[in-house]
């Protein structure tokens, strides 16, 4: 059975009562035939046909835990176990390979005991043979019905027991095949064919002992978390499909009875908004639900710095992490480095010594991201309390917008200042306006001239918490080189 059917097949209610029916039809068959095999292997002294009744009541007592453990494996999760009861299936499977590895060790004891000190007298009788090959019959429906639903359900304990029921028809044939020598041998009689008995009971352990180790290491790997690693690249490769994925910083899967966990951290660019992250995060769970549809799913978003991130991003970014804010960021180049002046928002009851704290700790940062960066200056502004609007708030982002072209007019330079946007936020209004300056203004005066029209308004008009300042050439000299 693959690991992507065996960990992705749901186990609704239906086909967990299809697992107990067939669970319970096959202990009902395992004791059938271990004392059918039990009486005629004591009556005909046939070791083939005794380590096939021993192997037979192994198996009866692991269909028995088989079938405890359907039972409880399909128990929802609760407050003690948090991943459900799916593993109680894997220590079955691990349980019935045990029992099986102590069949064979008795089963070849027994045979080298007859083989090279005690031969035993062996007798094929007609229903010898008929049992045995009643057991073939029996196995292969119990197999074929039993594979048929751990397929359906995913379930590791029946599929021990179907792999239990193949050995036996295996074990069964090399049985029959030692009958049929021991029965030769007393026909025509060849001495040496009746040892065959004794060599086909260590065929049978020799058999159960290689698919036994299979089975046994499988419900190991499943007890101690083994990541399935086929399943676990295809899942990291559905995860790098994801466009806004920048990588898988961790994948770990888990598996507890037929049921997949996956728990993984996925980078995503810094400043990402938070309603984005988690579509992209979304998207993630979808496409690793296209390779495991009833995974349990978690997904992390770890945020990451773009490689073509800009400086004024990584600066907005950092401050976001220890202060309300920032405005009025500017980046200049001094002595071949890049120097920048800022302000904070912080808020207003906050202590001198707390946001001197804030300004020192957004400084190491930036200058653990940027080394080479020049002098940064900071000013500290406090975050203003809501202002209650008295007035209808039409009527108040108009009067706004006439006391902006009043300012803006007190100021030389400012030529004109008729596109103003005005939007109300947490704690008062935000104003972008577009203003056109004298085209012989060099870049430092207009950003100056911005600066100054912000500052003003804000502390000449009530309500007014941010100004954003679009300065354009207006009439006036075009400066030298310049279209």
Not at 34 to 39: E, G, R, V
Not at 272 to 279: L, R, W
Not at 388 to 414: N, S
Request: proline letters at 5%; one cysteine or more; aromatic letters at 4%.
């Amino acid at each position: 059975m693959s690991d992507t059917l065996s960990l992705t097949m749901p186990a609704d209610e239906g086909l967990a009562r299809q697992k107990v029916r067939v669970a319970r039809a096959s202990a009902l068959a395992a004791t059938g035939m271990a004392i059918a095999k039990a009486l005629v292997g004591w009556q005909t002294g046939s070791l083939g046909i005794l380590s096939e009744a021993a192997h037979s009541a192994m198996d009866l007592i692991a269909t028995l835990i088989t079938l405890f453990a359907v039972r409880v494996a399909d128990r929802p999760a609760d407050s003690h176990h948090h991943y459900g009861h799916g593993k109680v299936e894997n220590l079955s499977a691990l349980i019935e390979t045990g029992l099986l590895l102590l069949t064979c060790g008795w089963i070849i004891y027994e045979a080298l005991e007859r083989l090279f000190w005690k031969p035993a007298a062996v007798e094929a009788t007609p229903i010898a043979f008929a049992v045995i090959v009643g057991s073939i019959l029996v196995d292969l429906w119990r197999s074929r019905a039993l594979t048929r639903t751990a397929v359906a359900t995913g379930s590791q304990a029946l599929e021990a027991d179907a792999l239990h029921f193949r050995t036996e028809i295996y074990s069964s044939s090399a049985v029959l095949v030692g009958l049929g020598a021991v029965w030769a041998s007393q026909r025509w009689q060849v001495p040496w064919l009746a040892k065959a008995d004794a060599l086909s009971g260590i065929l049978v352990a020799a058999i159960v002992l290689v698919i036994g180790s299979r089975l046994g290491r499988r419900a190991i790997d499943a007890l101690l978390d083994h990541a399935p690693l086929e399943l676990v690249e295809r899942i990291r490769a559905a995860i790098a499909s994801v466009p806004e994925v920048a990588e898988t910083v961790t994948l770990r899967t888990r598996v507890s009875g037929n049921r997949l966990f996956v728990d993984a951290v996925v980078s995503i660019a810094r400043g990402t908004p938070f309603e984005t992250a988690h579509q992209v995060v979304s998207r993630v769970e979808e496409r690793i639900r296209e390779i495991a549809p009833e995974a349990s799913i978690v997904i992390h978003a770890d945020p990451s710095r773009r490689p073509d991130e800009s400086l004024g991003e990584a600066i907005r970014v950092i401050v976001s992490r220890h202060a309300a804010g920032a405005h009025d960021i500017f980046i200049h180049e001094r002595d071949g480095k890049r120097c920048v002046d800022l302000h904070l928002e912080v808020p207003g009851e906050m202590s001198l010594v707390e946001a001197h704290a804030i300004t020192e700790r957004i400084e190491a940062d930036l200058r653990s991201e940027f080394p080479r960066l020049g002098p940064i200056h900071t000013h500290v502004d406090p975050l203003k309390p809501p202002r209650p609007i008295e007035t209808p708030l039409a009527e108040a982002m108009e009067a706004i917008r006439r006391r902006i072209r009043l300012v803006a007019a007190g100021i030389p330079g400012v030529q004109d200042c008729s596109s103003i946007s005005v939007r109300q936020v947490r704690h008062g209004f935000w104003v972008v306006c577009r203003c056109t300056m004298d085209a012989r203004l060099s870049m430092r005066e207009a950003h100056e001239l911005g600066l100054e029209l912000a500052a003003r308004a804000r502390r000449e008009i009530p309500g007014v918490d941010q100004v954003t300042v679009h300065a354009e050439p207006g009439p006036g000299p075009t400066p030298s080189g310049l279209p």
